[in-house]
Protein backbone atom coordinates (compact mmCIF):
# COMPACT_ATOMS: atom_id res chain seq x y z
CA UNK A 1 0.00 0.00 0.00
CA UNK A 2 0.84 3.60 -0.70
CA UNK A 3 1.49 5.69 2.06
CA UNK A 4 0.22 9.56 1.60
CA UNK A 5 2.51 11.70 -0.51
CA UNK A 6 4.67 8.66 -0.85
CA UNK A 7 6.91 9.00 2.31
CA UNK A 8 6.43 7.12 5.68
CA UNK A 9 9.08 8.53 8.39
CA UNK A 10 10.54 6.08 10.17
CA UNK A 11 11.72 8.53 12.72
CA UNK A 12 8.40 9.58 14.27
CA UNK A 13 10.25 11.92 16.94
CA UNK A 14 11.27 13.95 13.54
CA UNK A 15 7.81 14.78 12.98
CA UNK A 16 6.91 15.41 16.49
CA UNK A 17 9.55 17.98 16.61
CA UNK A 18 8.13 19.92 13.30
CA UNK A 19 4.38 20.35 14.89
CA UNK A 20 6.09 20.95 18.17
CA UNK A 21 8.39 23.95 15.98
CA UNK A 22 5.06 24.87 14.18
CA UNK A 23 3.33 25.73 17.41
CA UNK A 24 5.73 27.65 18.88
CA UNK A 25 5.97 30.26 15.86
CA UNK A 26 2.41 30.61 15.84
CA UNK A 27 2.52 31.79 19.39
CA UNK A 28 5.42 34.16 18.75
CA UNK A 29 3.33 35.25 15.71
CA UNK A 30 0.63 35.78 17.60
CA UNK A 31 2.30 37.90 20.68
CA UNK A 32 3.99 40.04 17.66
CA UNK A 33 0.83 40.38 15.76
CA UNK A 34 -1.35 41.68 18.75
CA UNK A 35 0.76 45.11 20.42
CA UNK A 36 -2.43 46.00 21.56
CA UNK A 37 -3.75 42.79 23.13
CA UNK A 38 -6.11 40.20 21.63
CA UNK A 39 -9.33 41.58 20.28
CA UNK A 40 -12.65 41.52 22.25
CA UNK A 41 -16.19 41.62 21.35
CA UNK A 42 -19.32 41.59 23.12
CA UNK A 43 -19.63 38.27 24.43
CA UNK A 44 -15.69 38.72 25.08
CA UNK A 45 -17.42 41.25 27.86
CA UNK A 46 -19.75 38.82 29.52
CA UNK A 47 -16.98 36.14 29.14
CA UNK A 48 -14.64 38.32 30.94
CA UNK A 49 -17.35 39.78 33.59
CA UNK A 50 -18.35 35.94 34.55
CA UNK A 51 -15.02 35.32 35.22
CA UNK A 52 -14.56 38.36 37.80
CA UNK A 53 -17.46 37.59 39.28
CA UNK A 54 -16.51 33.91 39.85
CA UNK A 55 -12.90 35.38 41.25
CA UNK A 56 -14.29 37.60 43.82
CA UNK A 57 -16.26 34.05 45.24
CA UNK A 58 -19.87 35.24 44.02
CA UNK A 59 -20.60 32.62 41.74
CA UNK A 60 -21.03 32.58 37.98
CA UNK A 61 -23.42 35.60 37.08
CA UNK A 62 -22.94 38.92 35.37
CA UNK A 63 -24.32 42.36 36.12
CA UNK A 64 -25.06 42.95 32.05
CA UNK A 65 -28.18 43.11 31.50
CA UNK A 66 -29.78 39.70 29.65
CA UNK A 67 -30.54 40.77 26.35
CA UNK A 68 -33.02 38.43 25.73
CA UNK A 69 -34.94 39.19 28.69
CA UNK A 70 -33.98 42.33 29.96
CA UNK A 71 -35.11 44.26 32.65
CA UNK A 72 -37.24 47.44 32.17
CA UNK A 73 -35.18 50.56 31.97
CA UNK A 74 -36.79 51.91 35.21
CA UNK A 75 -35.64 48.75 37.15
CA UNK A 76 -31.74 49.15 35.76
CA UNK A 77 -31.86 53.13 36.73
CA UNK A 78 -33.35 52.15 40.26
CA UNK A 79 -30.81 49.58 41.03
CA UNK A 80 -28.27 51.51 39.33
CA UNK A 81 -28.76 54.47 41.81
CA UNK A 82 -29.47 52.12 44.83
CA UNK A 83 -26.19 51.28 47.44
CA UNK A 84 -25.83 48.03 46.70
CA UNK A 85 -25.80 48.73 42.99
CA UNK A 86 -27.03 46.10 40.04
CA UNK A 87 -28.10 42.58 41.23
CA UNK A 88 -26.04 39.89 39.87
CA UNK A 89 -27.48 38.15 37.23
CA UNK A 90 -27.27 34.24 37.46
CA UNK A 91 -29.23 33.70 34.29
CA UNK A 92 -26.06 33.56 31.81
CA UNK A 93 -26.54 32.67 27.92
CA UNK A 94 -23.54 31.16 27.94
CA UNK A 95 -22.07 27.84 29.57
CA UNK A 96 -19.53 28.36 32.29
CA UNK A 97 -16.22 26.36 31.35
CA UNK A 98 -14.78 29.39 29.35
CA UNK A 99 -15.19 31.62 32.36
CA UNK A 100 -13.85 29.13 34.99
CA UNK A 101 -10.68 29.18 33.00
CA UNK A 102 -10.51 32.48 32.73
CA UNK A 103 -11.13 33.22 36.34
CA UNK A 104 -8.16 30.00 36.83
CA UNK A 105 -5.68 32.63 35.14
CA UNK A 106 -6.88 35.57 37.28
CA UNK A 107 -6.17 33.58 40.06
CA UNK A 108 -2.69 32.84 39.59
CA UNK A 109 -1.66 37.03 39.41
CA UNK A 110 -2.57 37.85 35.82
CA UNK A 111 -4.45 40.47 35.27
CA UNK A 112 -7.96 40.43 32.96
CA UNK A 113 -5.88 41.57 29.88
CA UNK A 114 -3.20 39.33 30.27
CA UNK A 115 -5.08 36.66 31.07
CA UNK A 116 -7.14 36.93 27.92
CA UNK A 117 -3.86 37.34 25.78
CA UNK A 118 -2.42 34.30 27.41
CA UNK A 119 -5.26 32.25 26.93
CA UNK A 120 -5.75 33.17 22.93
CA UNK A 121 -2.21 32.70 21.94
CA UNK A 122 -1.76 29.50 24.23
CA UNK A 123 -4.64 27.77 22.76
CA UNK A 124 -3.51 28.56 19.57
CA UNK A 125 -0.49 27.12 19.63
CA UNK A 126 -1.94 24.07 21.21
CA UNK A 127 -4.89 23.77 18.94
CA UNK A 128 -1.64 23.75 16.10
CA UNK A 129 -0.18 20.91 17.83
CA UNK A 130 -2.99 18.94 18.60
CA UNK A 131 -4.08 18.97 14.77
CA UNK A 132 -0.49 18.06 14.09
CA UNK A 133 -1.26 14.73 16.16
CA UNK A 134 -4.44 13.97 14.50
CA UNK A 135 -2.70 14.54 11.33
CA UNK A 136 -0.17 12.40 12.29
CA UNK A 137 -2.63 9.54 13.32
CA UNK A 138 -4.76 9.66 10.01
CA UNK A 139 -1.65 10.01 7.63
CA UNK A 140 0.61 7.40 8.94
CA UNK A 141 3.19 9.59 9.94
CA UNK A 142 3.81 10.86 6.94
CA UNK A 143 6.51 14.07 7.49
CA UNK A 144 5.53 16.64 4.74
CA UNK A 145 1.69 15.57 4.86
CA UNK A 146 1.51 16.55 8.44
CA UNK A 147 4.12 19.49 7.96
CA UNK A 148 2.13 21.26 5.36
CA UNK A 149 -1.07 20.03 6.84
CA UNK A 150 -0.78 22.16 10.10
CA UNK A 151 1.13 25.25 8.69
CA UNK A 152 -2.19 25.27 6.63
CA UNK A 153 -3.96 25.14 9.44
CA UNK A 154 -2.38 27.56 11.30
CA UNK A 155 -2.64 29.56 8.26
CA UNK A 156 -6.12 29.28 7.64
CA UNK A 157 -8.37 32.04 7.86
CA UNK A 158 -11.10 30.45 10.13
CA UNK A 159 -8.76 29.52 12.82
CA UNK A 160 -6.60 33.05 12.98
CA UNK A 161 -10.21 34.91 13.43
CA UNK A 162 -11.07 32.62 16.38
CA UNK A 163 -7.82 32.88 17.80
CA UNK A 164 -7.48 36.87 18.15
CA UNK A 165 -10.60 37.45 19.77
CA UNK A 166 -11.50 36.64 23.34
CA UNK A 167 -13.74 34.06 22.78
CA UNK A 168 -14.62 30.42 23.85
CA UNK A 169 -14.36 28.56 20.68
CA UNK A 170 -10.51 27.80 21.19
CA UNK A 171 -11.07 26.20 24.38
CA UNK A 172 -13.78 24.69 22.56
CA UNK A 173 -11.54 23.08 19.46
CA UNK A 174 -8.82 22.04 21.84
CA UNK A 175 -11.60 20.22 23.93
CA UNK A 176 -12.87 18.36 20.75
CA UNK A 177 -10.15 17.24 19.18
CA UNK A 178 -8.26 16.16 22.87
CA UNK A 179 -11.69 13.95 23.39
CA UNK A 180 -11.28 12.76 19.30
CA UNK A 181 -8.02 11.34 19.93
CA UNK A 182 -8.94 9.85 23.68
CA UNK A 183 -12.03 7.83 22.17
CA UNK A 184 -9.58 6.69 18.62
CA UNK A 185 -7.16 5.71 21.19
CA UNK A 186 -9.92 3.77 23.68
CA UNK A 187 -11.04 2.11 20.09
CA UNK A 188 -7.31 1.01 18.78
CA UNK A 189 -6.78 -0.34 22.08
CA UNK A 190 -9.50 -0.32 25.03
CA UNK A 191 -8.48 0.77 27.88
CA UNK A 192 -10.97 2.65 30.60
CA UNK A 193 -8.37 5.32 31.32
CA UNK A 194 -8.27 6.76 27.58
CA UNK A 195 -12.20 6.18 27.21
CA UNK A 196 -12.65 8.16 30.76
CA UNK A 197 -10.48 11.02 29.86
CA UNK A 198 -11.45 11.46 26.06
CA UNK A 199 -15.59 11.52 27.82
CA UNK A 200 -14.11 13.89 30.30
CA UNK A 201 -12.89 15.96 27.20
CA UNK A 202 -15.83 16.27 25.12
CA UNK A 203 -18.17 17.09 28.66
CA UNK A 204 -16.00 20.15 28.57
CA UNK A 205 -17.01 21.14 25.62
CA UNK A 206 -20.50 20.71 26.03
CA UNK A 207 -19.78 22.98 29.17
CA UNK A 208 -17.81 25.49 26.99
CA UNK A 209 -20.62 26.07 24.51
CA UNK A 210 -24.31 24.16 24.33
CA UNK A 211 -23.76 23.13 20.82
CA UNK A 212 -21.07 21.03 22.10
CA UNK A 213 -23.60 18.44 22.50
CA UNK A 214 -22.91 17.49 19.40
CA UNK A 215 -19.44 16.22 19.93
CA UNK A 216 -20.85 14.07 22.92
CA UNK A 217 -23.24 12.28 20.71
CA UNK A 218 -20.56 11.98 17.88
CA UNK A 219 -18.40 10.18 20.48
CA UNK A 220 -20.81 8.06 21.46
CA UNK A 221 -22.25 7.03 17.80
CA UNK A 222 -18.28 6.75 16.83
CA UNK A 223 -17.72 4.15 20.05
CA UNK A 224 -21.41 2.26 18.99
CA UNK A 225 -20.01 1.93 15.70
CA UNK A 226 -16.43 1.89 16.10
CA UNK A 227 -15.18 -0.17 19.33
CA UNK A 228 -13.99 -3.75 18.53
CA UNK A 229 -16.30 -5.55 21.23
CA UNK A 230 -19.94 -7.43 21.30
CA UNK A 231 -22.99 -5.92 21.14
CA UNK A 232 -23.07 -6.19 25.43
CA UNK A 233 -19.98 -4.59 25.79
CA UNK A 234 -20.49 -1.96 23.43
CA UNK A 235 -23.65 -0.60 24.77
CA UNK A 236 -21.90 -0.80 28.56
CA UNK A 237 -18.83 1.19 26.96
CA UNK A 238 -21.42 4.06 25.37
CA UNK A 239 -23.58 4.42 28.59
CA UNK A 240 -20.17 4.93 30.48
CA UNK A 241 -19.03 7.35 28.14
CA UNK A 242 -22.21 9.18 28.28
CA UNK A 243 -22.76 9.36 31.66
CA UNK A 244 -19.03 10.62 32.18
CA UNK A 245 -19.93 13.25 29.33
CA UNK A 246 -22.99 14.72 30.39
CA UNK A 247 -22.19 14.99 34.26
CA UNK A 248 -20.48 18.22 34.12
CA UNK A 249 -23.30 19.65 32.07
CA UNK A 250 -25.95 17.88 34.32
CA UNK A 251 -24.43 19.38 37.81
CA UNK A 252 -24.25 22.69 35.91
CA UNK A 253 -28.10 22.84 34.62
CA UNK A 254 -29.04 21.95 37.78
CA UNK A 255 -27.59 24.30 40.11
CA UNK A 256 -28.55 26.80 37.57
CA UNK A 257 -32.43 25.61 38.30
CA UNK A 258 -31.92 25.51 41.47
CA UNK A 259 -30.98 29.51 41.55
CA UNK A 260 -32.74 30.92 38.57
CA UNK A 261 -35.48 28.23 38.54
CA UNK A 262 -34.88 27.55 34.87
CA UNK A 263 -32.26 25.93 33.07
CA UNK A 264 -31.88 28.18 30.53
CA UNK A 265 -33.52 31.38 29.44
CA UNK A 266 -33.60 30.87 25.69
CA UNK A 267 -37.50 30.28 24.25
CA UNK A 268 -38.43 28.77 20.78
CA UNK A 269 -38.71 31.30 18.26
CA UNK A 270 -39.25 30.44 14.75
CA UNK A 271 -37.69 31.92 11.29
CA UNK A 272 -37.30 29.81 8.66
CA UNK A 273 -37.65 32.47 6.35
CA UNK A 274 -34.15 34.33 7.70
CA UNK A 275 -32.69 34.41 4.00
CA UNK A 276 -30.02 36.82 5.07
CA UNK A 277 -29.00 33.68 7.05
CA UNK A 278 -28.49 31.67 4.84
CA UNK A 279 -26.80 33.73 2.14
CA UNK A 280 -24.14 34.02 5.51
CA UNK A 281 -23.81 30.25 6.06
CA UNK A 282 -23.18 29.78 2.45
CA UNK A 283 -20.31 32.44 2.13
CA UNK A 284 -18.23 31.24 5.48
CA UNK A 285 -18.40 27.53 4.03
CA UNK A 286 -16.85 29.33 0.24
CA UNK A 287 -14.43 30.76 2.50
CA UNK A 288 -13.14 27.33 3.45
CA UNK A 289 -12.16 26.85 -0.11
CA UNK A 290 -11.23 30.47 -1.09
CA UNK A 291 -10.14 32.64 1.54
CA UNK A 292 -11.25 36.38 2.61
CA UNK A 293 -14.09 35.15 -0.26
CA UNK A 294 -16.09 37.79 1.43
CA UNK A 295 -14.16 40.95 0.52
CA UNK A 296 -15.72 40.19 -3.02
CA UNK A 297 -19.08 41.65 -1.79
CA UNK A 298 -17.91 44.55 -3.77
CA UNK A 299 -17.75 42.69 -7.28
CA UNK A 300 -21.03 40.75 -7.81
CA UNK A 301 -19.81 39.15 -11.05
CA UNK A 302 -16.55 37.38 -9.06
CA UNK A 303 -18.64 36.58 -6.07
CA UNK A 304 -21.50 35.03 -8.52
CA UNK A 305 -18.19 32.59 -10.05
CA UNK A 306 -16.22 31.93 -7.09
CA UNK A 307 -18.97 31.00 -4.66
CA UNK A 308 -20.67 28.58 -6.71
CA UNK A 309 -16.98 27.24 -7.61
CA UNK A 310 -16.18 26.62 -3.65
CA UNK A 311 -19.37 24.78 -3.27
CA UNK A 312 -18.51 22.42 -6.02
CA UNK A 313 -15.26 21.94 -4.73
CA UNK A 314 -16.92 21.22 -0.97
CA UNK A 315 -19.14 18.90 -2.56
CA UNK A 316 -16.73 16.97 -4.43
CA UNK A 317 -14.69 16.67 -1.41
CA UNK A 318 -17.33 15.63 1.14
CA UNK A 319 -18.11 12.59 -2.01
CA UNK A 320 -14.52 11.91 -1.43
CA UNK A 321 -14.10 11.66 2.57
CA UNK A 322 -17.40 9.95 2.49
CA UNK A 323 -16.23 6.95 0.11
CA UNK A 324 -12.87 6.75 2.08
CA UNK A 325 -14.48 6.75 5.80
CA UNK A 326 -16.79 3.98 4.21
CA UNK A 327 -14.17 1.91 2.26
CA UNK A 328 -11.21 2.14 5.16
CA UNK A 329 -13.36 1.60 8.32
CA UNK A 330 -16.88 -0.11 7.61
CA UNK A 331 -15.46 -2.55 4.39
CA UNK A 332 -12.77 -3.51 6.25
CA UNK A 333 -12.07 -7.46 6.28
CA UNK A 334 -13.63 -9.15 9.21
CA UNK A 335 -10.78 -10.29 12.00
CA UNK A 336 -8.53 -7.71 10.96
CA UNK A 337 -7.82 -4.54 12.29
CA UNK A 338 -9.29 -0.47 10.89
CA UNK A 339 -6.65 1.02 8.97
CA UNK A 340 -4.33 3.24 10.43
CA UNK A 341 -5.73 6.40 11.51
CA UNK A 342 -9.79 5.72 10.43
CA UNK A 343 -11.12 5.65 14.11
CA UNK A 344 -10.18 9.18 13.42
CA UNK A 345 -11.60 9.71 10.40
CA UNK A 346 -15.08 8.44 11.35
CA UNK A 347 -15.04 11.05 14.65
CA UNK A 348 -14.43 13.99 13.05
CA UNK A 349 -16.46 12.48 9.66
CA UNK A 350 -19.65 12.40 11.98
CA UNK A 351 -18.86 15.28 13.78
CA UNK A 352 -19.91 17.56 10.56
CA UNK A 353 -23.84 16.48 10.25
CA UNK A 354 -24.29 16.18 13.74
CA UNK A 355 -23.29 19.56 14.04
CA UNK A 356 -24.96 21.08 11.63
CA UNK A 357 -28.06 18.65 12.60
CA UNK A 358 -28.18 20.54 15.49
CA UNK A 359 -26.83 24.10 14.70
CA UNK A 360 -29.69 24.74 12.16
CA UNK A 361 -32.40 24.10 14.38
CA UNK A 362 -31.27 26.08 17.06
CA UNK A 363 -30.96 29.38 14.95
CA UNK A 364 -33.81 28.75 13.14
CA UNK A 365 -36.20 27.86 15.81
CA UNK A 366 -34.69 29.05 19.12
CA UNK A 367 -31.94 31.92 18.49
CA UNK A 368 -32.57 33.72 14.96
CA UNK A 369 -30.25 36.20 15.71
CA UNK A 370 -26.96 34.39 15.68
CA UNK A 371 -24.89 34.60 12.65
CA UNK A 372 -23.89 31.81 10.52
CA UNK A 373 -19.91 33.36 10.55
CA UNK A 374 -16.75 31.39 11.01
CA UNK A 375 -17.10 31.80 14.87
CA UNK A 376 -19.62 29.88 14.77
CA UNK A 377 -18.59 27.31 12.17
CA UNK A 378 -14.85 27.09 13.11
CA UNK A 379 -15.77 23.48 15.44
CA UNK A 380 -16.85 21.93 11.32
CA UNK A 381 -13.68 23.74 10.03
CA UNK A 382 -11.61 21.48 12.01
CA UNK A 383 -13.13 18.25 11.07
CA UNK A 384 -13.61 19.76 6.86
CA UNK A 385 -9.33 20.60 7.44
CA UNK A 386 -8.51 16.83 8.29
CA UNK A 387 -10.59 15.39 6.10
CA UNK A 388 -9.91 17.12 3.22
CA UNK A 389 -6.12 16.76 3.80
CA UNK A 390 -6.75 13.33 3.87
CA UNK A 391 -8.31 12.88 0.53
CA UNK A 392 -5.88 15.33 -0.78
CA UNK A 393 -3.17 12.94 0.69
CA UNK A 394 -4.80 10.39 -1.21
CA UNK A 395 -4.52 11.77 -4.31
CA UNK A 396 -1.07 12.98 -3.74
CA UNK A 397 -0.63 9.15 -3.55
CA UNK A 398 -1.77 8.18 -6.61
CA UNK A 399 -0.32 6.85 -9.36
CA UNK A 400 -1.97 9.35 -12.50
CA UNK A 401 0.11 9.74 -15.81
CA UNK A 402 3.41 11.41 -15.92
CA UNK A 403 1.10 14.62 -17.08
CA UNK A 404 -1.35 14.73 -15.17
CA UNK A 405 0.94 14.00 -11.89
CA UNK A 406 2.65 17.15 -12.87
CA UNK A 407 -0.14 19.18 -13.01
CA UNK A 408 -2.06 18.25 -10.37
CA UNK A 409 0.78 18.47 -8.09
CA UNK A 410 1.98 21.80 -9.42
CA UNK A 411 -1.78 23.48 -9.03
CA UNK A 412 -1.93 22.03 -5.71
CA UNK A 413 1.08 23.55 -4.64
CA UNK A 414 0.40 27.02 -6.23
CA UNK A 415 -3.42 26.94 -4.25
CA UNK A 416 -1.45 25.80 -1.00
CA UNK A 417 1.54 28.51 -1.70
CA UNK A 418 -1.97 31.11 -1.69
CA UNK A 419 -3.20 30.27 1.12
CA UNK A 420 -0.04 30.44 3.27
CA UNK A 421 0.48 33.81 2.10
CA UNK A 422 -3.16 34.87 2.65
CA UNK A 423 -2.44 33.77 6.24
CA UNK A 424 1.00 35.76 6.55
CA UNK A 425 -0.70 38.62 5.28
CA UNK A 426 -3.78 38.51 7.26
CA UNK A 427 -1.60 38.83 10.68
CA UNK A 428 0.54 40.94 9.69
CA UNK A 429 -2.68 43.38 8.56
CA UNK A 430 -3.72 42.84 12.01
CA UNK A 431 -0.47 43.63 13.54
CA UNK A 432 -1.07 47.37 12.13
CA UNK A 433 -5.38 47.24 12.14
CA UNK A 434 -6.16 45.33 14.61
CA UNK A 435 -10.01 43.80 15.09
CA UNK A 436 -13.02 44.60 16.90
CA UNK A 437 -12.85 46.99 19.74
CA UNK A 438 -8.74 47.25 19.46
CA UNK A 439 -9.26 47.91 16.04
CA UNK A 440 -7.78 51.36 14.27
CA UNK A 441 -11.46 53.48 14.13
CA UNK A 442 -12.56 52.18 18.06
CA UNK A 443 -8.44 53.07 19.13
CA UNK A 444 -9.35 56.93 17.69
CA UNK A 445 -9.55 59.91 20.40
CA UNK A 446 -12.68 60.67 19.05
CA UNK A 447 -14.33 57.53 21.32
CA UNK A 448 -11.14 57.16 23.67
CA UNK A 449 -11.40 60.75 25.23
CA UNK A 450 -15.13 60.56 25.49
CA UNK A 451 -14.62 56.84 27.63
CA UNK A 452 -11.75 58.66 29.37
CA UNK A 453 -14.42 61.43 30.55
CA UNK A 454 -16.77 58.87 31.45
CA UNK A 455 -14.59 57.13 33.97
CA UNK A 456 -14.87 60.96 36.17
CA UNK A 457 -18.44 60.46 36.67
CA UNK A 458 -19.76 58.80 39.43
CA UNK A 459 -20.58 54.98 39.08
CA UNK A 460 -23.83 55.08 39.97
CA UNK A 461 -24.88 57.18 36.74
CA UNK A 462 -27.31 54.96 35.06
CA UNK A 463 -25.46 54.55 30.84
CA UNK A 464 -28.05 53.70 28.46
CA UNK A 465 -25.86 52.56 25.11
CA UNK A 466 -25.98 50.88 21.92
CA UNK A 467 -23.26 48.81 22.72
CA UNK A 468 -22.59 47.34 26.52
CA UNK A 469 -19.82 45.63 25.47
CA UNK A 470 -17.55 48.40 23.93
CA UNK A 471 -18.77 50.80 27.47
CA UNK A 472 -17.15 47.78 29.37
CA UNK A 473 -14.03 47.46 27.04
CA UNK A 474 -13.07 50.74 27.64
CA UNK A 475 -14.64 51.35 31.21
CA UNK A 476 -15.68 48.22 33.37
CA UNK A 477 -18.71 49.85 33.74
CA UNK A 478 -22.06 48.84 33.16
CA UNK A 479 -24.52 49.89 31.32
CA UNK A 480 -28.25 49.17 29.59
CA UNK A 481 -28.33 47.87 26.12
CA UNK A 482 -30.60 49.42 23.69
CA UNK A 483 -32.70 47.46 20.87
CA UNK A 484 -33.79 50.79 18.65
CA UNK A 485 -36.44 48.50 16.96
CA UNK A 486 -38.09 48.05 19.69
CA UNK A 487 -38.53 51.98 20.59
CA UNK A 488 -38.15 53.29 17.21
CA UNK A 489 -41.66 54.50 17.67
CA UNK A 490 -42.25 54.57 21.96
CA UNK A 491 -39.74 57.33 22.31
CA UNK A 492 -42.24 58.72 24.76
CA UNK A 493 -42.88 55.57 26.72
CA UNK A 494 -38.55 55.44 26.71
CA UNK A 495 -39.17 59.49 28.00
CA UNK A 496 -41.45 58.33 30.74
CA UNK A 497 -38.86 55.26 32.25
CA UNK A 498 -36.20 57.69 32.19
CA UNK A 499 -38.46 59.92 34.39
CA UNK A 500 -36.44 62.66 36.69
CA UNK A 501 -33.48 60.70 36.44
CA UNK A 502 -29.87 62.04 35.48
CA UNK A 503 -29.26 59.53 32.82
CA UNK A 504 -25.99 60.00 30.31
CA UNK A 505 -26.63 58.05 26.21
CA UNK A 506 -23.46 57.09 24.62
CA UNK A 507 -24.67 55.96 21.35
CA UNK A 508 -21.85 54.38 18.53
CA UNK A 509 -21.97 55.59 15.10
CA UNK A 510 -19.61 53.78 13.19
CA UNK A 511 -20.72 52.31 9.71
CA UNK A 512 -20.22 48.89 10.91
CA UNK A 513 -22.46 49.17 14.12
CA UNK A 514 -24.65 51.03 12.35
CA UNK A 515 -24.56 48.26 9.26
CA UNK A 516 -24.90 45.45 12.23
CA UNK A 517 -27.86 46.87 13.69
CA UNK A 518 -29.96 47.08 10.45
CA UNK A 519 -29.55 43.95 9.66
CA UNK A 520 -29.80 42.16 12.86
CA UNK A 521 -32.59 44.55 14.84
CA UNK A 522 -33.41 46.21 11.89
CA UNK A 523 -32.98 49.30 12.63
CA UNK A 524 -29.80 51.63 14.38
CA UNK A 525 -29.36 54.80 16.23
CA UNK A 526 -28.78 57.06 13.25
CA UNK A 527 -31.96 55.98 12.08
CA UNK A 528 -33.80 57.49 15.70
CA UNK A 529 -31.01 60.19 16.38
CA UNK A 530 -33.21 62.89 15.52
CA UNK A 531 -36.73 61.77 17.21
CA UNK A 532 -34.47 60.56 19.98
CA UNK A 533 -33.11 63.78 20.93
CA UNK A 534 -36.38 66.00 19.94
CA UNK A 535 -38.26 64.00 22.38
CA UNK A 536 -35.65 63.20 25.19
CA UNK A 537 -33.96 66.87 24.94
CA UNK A 538 -30.85 65.98 26.54
CA UNK A 539 -27.38 68.17 26.85
CA UNK A 540 -25.16 67.34 24.24
CA UNK A 541 -21.78 66.54 25.39
CA UNK A 542 -20.05 64.76 22.47
CA UNK A 543 -21.63 64.78 18.70
CA UNK A 544 -18.74 63.71 16.36
CA UNK A 545 -19.39 61.00 13.36
CA UNK A 546 -17.95 58.06 15.74
CA UNK A 547 -19.55 58.81 19.07
CA UNK A 548 -22.54 60.94 20.59
CA UNK A 549 -22.55 61.05 24.47
CA UNK A 550 -26.12 62.95 25.49
CA UNK A 551 -26.89 63.92 29.11
CA UNK A 552 -30.86 63.82 30.34
CA UNK A 553 -30.64 65.81 33.20
CA UNK A 554 -33.66 65.74 35.21
CA UNK A 555 -32.84 65.73 39.26
CA UNK A 556 -29.75 64.80 40.59
CA UNK A 557 -30.69 62.01 42.48
CA UNK A 558 -27.48 59.78 43.10
CA UNK A 559 -26.69 60.17 46.75
CA UNK A 560 -24.26 58.99 48.60
CA UNK A 561 -21.79 56.51 47.95
CA UNK A 562 -22.40 53.18 46.98
CA UNK A 563 -22.04 50.82 50.23
CA UNK A 564 -20.46 47.97 48.06
CA UNK A 565 -18.99 47.29 44.64
CA UNK A 566 -18.55 50.63 43.93
CA UNK A 567 -15.06 50.33 43.49
CA UNK A 568 -14.21 50.68 39.75
CA UNK A 569 -13.01 47.02 38.54
CA UNK A 570 -10.04 47.19 36.42
CA UNK A 571 -8.29 44.39 34.58
CA UNK A 572 -5.37 46.48 33.74
Not at 214 to 225: D, M, N
Not at 530 to 539: E, F, G, I, S
Amino acid sequence: MRKPFGIREKRPWIINVGILFFGGISIVALFWASPNGISWTLDSARYLDGAEHILRGEGYGTRFQNFINPIPVRDFIREMQSPAGLRLNRDMNFPPMYPYWLAALRGIGLTQVQAVNWSVILFFGLNGILFGWVLKKVLNDSLPGVWVGVFCFLASESMLQIHTIAASEPLFIFLEMAGFLGLAAFIERPRWGMLTVGSLALGAAFLTRYLGIAVILTGILGLWIGAPLDRRRRLRVCLYSAAISFLPMGIFLLQKLRETGQATSHHPTVDLANLRSIVLLIETISSWIFPHVSRLNAYPFLRMIVVPLALIVLIGLAVITTRSVVRKFFKKQPGLPSEHGAELRLFFGLFIPLYLLILLPSVWFVDPETPFDIRLLSPIFVSFLVLAWCAFAEMMSSKPARGRTIWIRGGVSLYLLCWGLSGIVWVAAYQVRGREYNNLEWRRNEIRQPMRDLLREDERLPILTNDDGAIYFFTRRYSYWMNFSKWENRLDLLKEEIGESDVLLVFFKMPGRNRYDREIYGCSYNDVAPQLKTVLQPRILVDNELITVMRSERRLSLGAPREEGGERRSGD
